[in-house]
């Protein structure tokens, strides 16, 4: 099988089992497991931030921001495809009672006027801005990536009106490669940003937050009620440190790789790539076809490509670390038949 479904479904190398094997290891929760501590140190450290804090994925690392920053009854704008407004099941409404107040972006960008535009003033008939979210890399706009002139407006048009910003920072590693800058470069512009480790990176589990002391005090606490105090989980941390030093450099060959399935995509009648790709992400138009995307899917299985549906005509094929420059070649035939086969 060629998994192209997300850069999630990569399994840990050898070097995190044997990692995970040998982890030192205490209670977590007393604030005993050095390699937790060890691997949130790291974290804060090439972020730029005070402190981070270890979570048990990017939807808890994102819920727990908005937790600490906001207060029931407020507001948070965010762009309208962004993770936490499409994909978290509504969590910001459910767990945190605010609002979501979403800007249409442009390649997930939001325009910096818009979201000025967005912020409440006092008024006994609004809700209170209580945080700006940036995702980045875009997952919804195909890993499109939000350039550094572009988080430095918002956020100091944020910093003027008193509000805080949160990166969404899944993929921000995605974007450090792609820019060539060091993530800390991305992450300053926020007051608190969550990575995942078991994206690209190639962690079995796990995500961090980070920000200032006081942030991640209350954020512990938050983790805490949301019943993500983990125990010996050095044995999951051993790993994601691996992820967090090692696999970076790694992730230019999962963009070269999705360029070239671009490409070749791009050449077959029937398909057309939607996205401009930037990292790992390609999004495929696949209705000059004539099937709809379960269909399409469902052809690729048969052929042994696992891709994902992602709206009306639209195929996502992610490209990741468990994924050759080989079977990229092999996808793109197997799409050049499949779409041959049904024209
Ligand atoms: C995957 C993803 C998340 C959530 O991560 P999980 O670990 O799956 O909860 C958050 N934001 C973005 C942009 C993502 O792509």
Redesign the pocket.
Known sequence: MIDLRSD?VTKPTEEMRMAAYKAEVGDDVYGEDPTVRKLEETAASLLGKEDALFVT????G?QIAILVHCTPGQEVILEEE???FY??SAAASALASVQTRTIPGIRGRMDPGKVERAIRGEDIHYPETGLICI?N???RAGGAIIPLTNMNEIHTLANKNNIPVHI?G??LFNASIALGVPVSELAKYSESV?I?L??GLGAPVG?LLAGNKAFIRRARKWRKRLGGGMRQAGVIAAPGLIALTKMPGRLGEDHENAKRLAEGASNIQGLSVVNKVETNIVVIDISGTGMDEYQFVERLKERGILGGTFGEGLVRLVTNYDVSRDDIDSAVSHLHKIARDES
């Open positions: 999630t994925s990017g939807t808890q994102n962004s993770h936490i994909y978290e995702e890399t875009h997952n969404d899944a993929r969550q995942c078991s994206k995500s």
